[in-house]
């Protein structure tokens, strides 16, 4: 299933996230803005792993003093994701 997740505080402005829900991994992610390298390095850590693995790996990672950063948004994501399923 397909979810798309806004995005606060950052440069990319929306994560589109591919999930297995039968096995609660991540099929594909992708990133509108943002620094396009390291988020397609980003997304290619993160393929096949389980949604709770990636949440516990990027969650409270800071950018420049921001408070938050692409990964932790992509974990903030994925916990909302997680509580739906």
Same mark, same amino acid.
């Given at each position: 299933m397909e979810y798309k997740? !806004?995005?606060a505080g950052v440069c990319a402005r929306e994560i589109t996230i591919d999930i297995n829900? /039968?096995?609660e991994t991540i099929n594909s992610?992708?990133?509108?803005g943002g620094c396009n390298g390291n988020l !397609?390095?980003?997304?290619a850590l993160v393929k096949g792993k389980k949604i709770d693995e990636v949440? /516990?790996?990027?969650r409270g990672i800071d950018c420049n003093f921001k408070?938050?950063?692409c990964p932790?948004?992509?974990a903030q994501a994925l916990e909302a994701i997680s509580e739906e399923l």
């Open positions: 997740y !806004q995005t829900e /039968a096995d992610v992708s990133f509108l !397609q390095g980003i997304a949440i /516990a790996s990027l408070g938050t950063s932790d948004q992509l």
